[in-house]
T-cell receptor, first 114, second 117 residues
Framework: AQSVTQPDIHITVSEGASLELRCNYSYGATPYLFWYVQSPGQGLQLLLKYFSGDTLVQGIKGFEAEFKRSQSSFNLRKPSVHWSDAAEYFCAVAPRGGYNKLIFGAGTRLAVHP | ETGVTQSPTHLIKTRGQQVTLRCSSQSGHNTVSWYQQALGQGPQFIFQYYREEENGRGNFPPRFSGLQFPNYSSELNVNALELDDSALYLC????????????????FGPGTRLTVL
């Protein structure tokens, strides 16, 4: 079955510290890969996406993610976290071809200490 | 450029009632997808509309239905509401090419919070 796993429900980091949020997927073939962020009362905002090519993807707000086919992973990283990064982060996959159905993980809630 | 808007923002209904949620897609977008996000969970795909036709459906019963209008706005209808239908309902729009949707970036609205008592 197609699924996305985000092993960490909550993560707390200090402002200025580095961040890595984990994402593993189970899919028949390499899907499209996405990271979204959701702030309270807001919709989902796309941080970055991987379709093909370079496995290190740069996104908005200083985020990057690395696709590792051998590990079926797409981990999100940021070298220095800002207090405004506190939010819920969702990893998602979508099938190549066909309709654009996103399958989301359960999310990781990030708290940032000053 | 106007983003994706949804109405109403919040809604309270009782079990057995029917509800209609509305979504205006981003200007120029022709595809609308609906997702249900229960508290503490990730969004789950309900269905997608492309060129006014349902174009894929998730694991939701038939009492969840939808429409897409010629201006690409959309409605989500839920009949016979159950307590478990309480959730944030998200609408996302995208621009699909001539070959149909596939990997297109989806832009999400702020959602409608539905509470079923």
């Amino acid at each position: 079955a197609q699924s996305v796993t985000q092993p960490d429900i909550h993560i707390t980091v200090s402002e200025g510290a580095s961040l890595e949020l984990r994402c593993n997927y189970s899919y028949g073939a390499t899907p499209y890969l996405f990271w979204y962020v959701q702030s309270p009362g807001q919709g989902l905002q796309l941080l970055l996406k991987y379709f093909s090519g370079d496995t290190l993807v740069q996104g908005i707000k200083g985020f990057e993610a690395e696709f590792k086919r051998s590990q079926s992973s797409f981990n999100l990283r940021k070298p220095s976290v800002h207090w405004s990064d506190a939010a819920e982060y969702f990893c998602a996959v979508a099938p190549r071809g066909g309709y654009n159905k996103l399958i989301f993980g359960a999310g990781t809630r990030l708290a940032v200490h000053p | 450029e106007t983003g994706v808007t949804q109405s109403p923002t919040h809604l309270i209904k009782t079990r057995g009632q029917q509800v209609t949620l509305r979504c205006s897609s981003q200007s120029g977008h022709n595809t609308v997808s609906w997702y249900q996000q229960a508290l503490g969970q990730g969004p789950q795909f309900i269905f997608q509309y492309y060129r006014e036709e349902e174009n894929g459906r998730g694991n939701f019963p038939p009492r969840f239905s939808g429409l897409q209008f010629p201006n690409y706005s959309s409605e989500l209808n839920v009949n016979a509401l159950e307590l478990d239908d309480s959730a944030l309902y998200l609408c996302a729009s995208s621009l699909s090419g001539a070959s149909g949707p596939g990997g297109d970036e989806q832009f999400f609205g702020p959602g409608t919070r539905l509470t079923v008592l």
